[in-house]
T-cell receptor, first 114, second 110 residues
Framework: KAGVTQTPRYLIKTRGQQVTLSCSPISGHRSVSWYQQTPGQGLQFLFEYFSETQRNKGNFPGRFSGRQFSNSRSEMNVSTLELGDSALYLC?????????????FGPGTRLTVT | DAKTTQPNSMESNEEEPVHLPCNHSTISGTDYIHWYRQLPSQGPEYVIHGLTSNVNNRMASLAIAEDRKSSTLILHRATLRDAAVYYCILRQNAGNMLTFGGGTRLMVKP
């Protein structure tokens, strides 16, 4: 079974631009969560999507947004990029049936803002 | 959110057992205890989780104190591949959000 895939793996953007990151969950997983990882703040929860609806949201500004499609694939968007947005963005999927709570993480997208 | 406290780092010798402690004194009755680990240059990987009883799986064992204010992740025979940052996380029963702390960096010596 293929794992969680994220594209692109690396990205360099300039301050003020916007960026869209993509995540394909494991087949059959309907919940997708996004996390930001930085050396200073560690791993922080951004948001979770299930059945195309945002279920939870972390403490991030409105510049960070996301969506989920009917095939469970998810995208996150960051507008008006700031230098502090440089981070590893991780996507995780979860099988929601049968009481499964373990999340499966992708390799991440490393975003560098210059 | 309830918080967890873990040592910043620990060392172990290869093929010896490792006990990684976690304190969570403000845990609520419905919080699940999850452990994830993150190997270098990879996303976090699920290890184990439990609520009240001790749990075993092919990767590790989780020992939960009777009052649930602490838990210990046990790797029965550490290998070099187990060198990673181990995160102890409390997950609220009602949600799927994971709140990661600083974790414990485990170093395994050959």
């Amino acid at each position: 079974k293929a794992g969680v895939t994220q594209t692109p793996r690396y990205l360099i953007k300039t301050r003020g631009q916007q960026v869209t990151l993509s995540c394909s969950p494991i087949s059959g997983h309907r919940s997708v969560s996004w996390y930001q990882q930085t050396p200073g703040q560690g791993l922080q929860f951004l948001f979770e999507y299930f059945s195309e609806t945002q279920r939870n949201k972390g403490n991030f500004p409105g510049r960070f947004s996301g969506r989920q499609f009917s095939n469970s694939r998810s995208e996150m968007n960051v507008s008006t990029l700031e230098l502090g947005d440089s981070a590893l963005y991780l996507c995780a999927s979860r099988k929601t049936s049968g009481g499964h709570y373990e999340q499966y993480f992708g390799p991440g997208t490393r975003l560098t803002v210059t | 959110d309830a918080k967890t406290t873990q040592p910043n780092s620990m060392e172990s010798n290869e093929e010896e057992p490792v006990h990684l402690p976690c304190n969570h004194s403000t845990i609520s009755g419905t919080d699940y205890i999850h452990w994830y680990r993150q190997l270098p240059s990879q996303g976090p990987e699920y290890v184990i989780h439990g609520l009240t009883s001790n749990v075993n799986n092919r990767m590790a064992s989780l020992a939960i104190a009777e009052d649930r204010k602490s838990s210990t992740l046990i790797l029965h025979r550490a290998t070099l591949r187990d060198a990673a940052v181990y995160y102890c996380i409390l997950r609220q029963n009602a949600g799927n959000m994971l709140t990661f702390g600083g974790g414990t960096r485990l170093m395994v010596k050959p």
